[in-house]
């Protein structure tokens, strides 16, 4: 199936779970192959500046997939994680960036939710 029989929808989802042991022990320079494919440097510097950074790295690593998840059911394909940038707002409310998408008329609603082991991150992406 080619590109020209993707039906782009004006709304999806996208939901992702990950434990976050799976990021602990993690290291800046050790794993930078593994963190610079999947995290922007702004995401690391935030991530690294806590005290545990694998429940925040589990977390945008969810993110991160989720919208991947909804954007490509949308008919949006070929997004790299590294491209998906998860913003922390004054509020404290996380924000979606994805810069070869800024031109798009979409909005990108996240929430990110951790309980002992897991991070969650659900997602609802909307064609304006």
Request: glycine share 6%; with cysteine; net charge neutral.
């Amino acid at each position: 199936m080619g590109s020209d029989n993707i039906v782009k929808k004006n709304f999806s989802v996208g939901v992702d779970i990950e434990t976050v042991s799976r990021f602990a022990g993690l290291e800046r320079k050790k794993d930078a192959h593994f963190l610079r494919h999947v995290f922007t440097e702004q995401e690391m510097d935030v991530c690294f500046a806590k005290k545990q950074p694998a429940p925040h790295l589990a977390g945008r690593f969810a993110a991160k997939e989720a919208v991947y998840k909804a954007l490509t059911a949308m008919g949006i394909p070929g997004i790299a994680l590294r491209q998906i940038e998860i913003i922390k707002e004054a509020s404290g409310a996380p924000r979606v960036s994805v810069e070869s998408l800024a031109q798009e008329p979409i909005t990108v609603a996240l929430s990110i939710s951790h309980c002992e082991d897991l991070a969650i991150a659900f997602v609802v992406v909307v064609s304006l």
